[in-house]
Structures are given as C-alpha cells and as structure tokens.
C-alpha cells in the first residue's frame, strides 16, 4: 500500500483574540493620554500590546508537525522527533471536538489524582495527550475562559480532532487537516494489516 500524508490544522485562535483585545487598548489610551496630556499611558499600552503578541504568536505558531500512514505503522513527525505506532496497536480512532478532547484528558488526569500521581506526571500526561495535536483544546491558552468559549464555539471546532485510543492504553490527540479521510484510511488499514496477518 502506498504511503499517504495528512498535513495538520493551523490556528491563530490567541493571536486573533489577543488583536481585538489589544486594538480596544490601544485606542483606550489613546484617549486617556489625550486627556491627560501624557504619553505614557500610550506608550505603556504599546509595550503590552508588543509582549502579548510575542507570546500569542510564539504559543500560536505551526508545529510543523506531519501525520503519515505507511503500510501498517501510522508515523507522526515534527523537527527533532519521530513517533512510529504500529496499526495493530490503535483499538480506536474517532471523531471529537475539543470541549470532548479536553474532557477526555481532564477525567483521565482526575483517575491518575486518585491513584496518587504527581503534579509532574499529571503534567506529562496531559503534555502526552497533545503531544502530536496542533490546535489549542483550551487547556495551555493564556486567554482563561474567553479563550475557551471562542475556541469551543468556532464553526470550525467541531469534530475536528481525532482520538487515538492505544492497546497499551495510551491515549492521543491528533488534528489532521482532513480528519474524516485519517479515520477512514486507518480503520481501512488497521483492517486489510489485520487479514494479512490472519493469512500469514
């Protein structure tokens, strides 16, 4: 079987809030500096709007990571890193937005709290369920709960993600660009890798 390549989602969800925010800002200290005949008020505003959108762009920035299924591993790649997972291995891949993605770690990271984890493995956990997913699921976002319900209500958040589920019980997060067309390739070749070795 020839190998097939999903590119990932791009999103500049904080970039684009955090432009909004800071326009209103701006144009707030503009008016306060008019007033007041000072520009420090104006000056402070742009030095804000300047580190905020360092960091939006920096957090929001494509991963440049790649998805690709060859014969029977499914590989995911990003600069520096490459995972290869055996298709034997996936049980399930389905569909979910992201108010469900981050529902999944969340109850998954309440189990492990139970059993005693750390907050450096909880960390990894989570770091591990995102790990190959390059759009925001409104754990990491800086923008709180404003940030959450915009990403949560974008047309386009909407089962967009898929979710991995392991045979070792791991479970990922991937954000390919066609996602329906991810899910019906794996299953097809989790499905013809599973005959084949029914015949071997």
């Not at 049980?91 to 309440?110: G, P, Y």
């Not at 790990?131 to 709960?145: A, E, H, P, Q």
């Amino acid at each position: 079987m020839a190998s097939k390549r999903f590119r990932t989602r791009r999103q500049w969800t904080n970039t684009i809030l955090w432009s909004i925010v800071s326009l209103f800002m701006i144009i707030a200290s503009v008016a306060i500096s008019g007033m007041m005949g000072n520009l420090f008020f104006f000056r402070t505003a742009l030095v804000i709007w300047l580190v905020g959108s360092c960091f939006s762009i920096a957090f929001d920035h494509p991963k440049g990571i790649t998805y690709m299924i060859d014969a029977d591993v499914l590989v995911l790649r990003r600069k520096g890193a490459t995972e290869r997972i055996p298709l034997s291995e996936i049980n399930d891949s389905t569909l979910l937005d992201r108010r469900a993605a981050r529902s999944v770690i969340q109850e998954k990271m309440r189990s492990a709290t139970g059993s005693g984890a750390s907050k450096a493995e909880l960390l990894e956990m989570r770091n591990a369920f995102t790990r190959w997913c390059t759009v925001d699921i409104g754990m990491k976002s800086y923008t709180f709960n404003i940030g959450r319900d915009l990403i949560d209500n974008r047309p386009d958040a909407k089962h967009d993600l898929i979710l991995l589920r392991l045979s070792t019980g791991r479970m990922m997060l991937l954000s390919p660009l066609y996602n329906q067309d991810m899910v019906v390739s794996l299953n097809r070749t989790s499905h013809l890798a599973e005959q084949d070795r029914r015949r071997a």
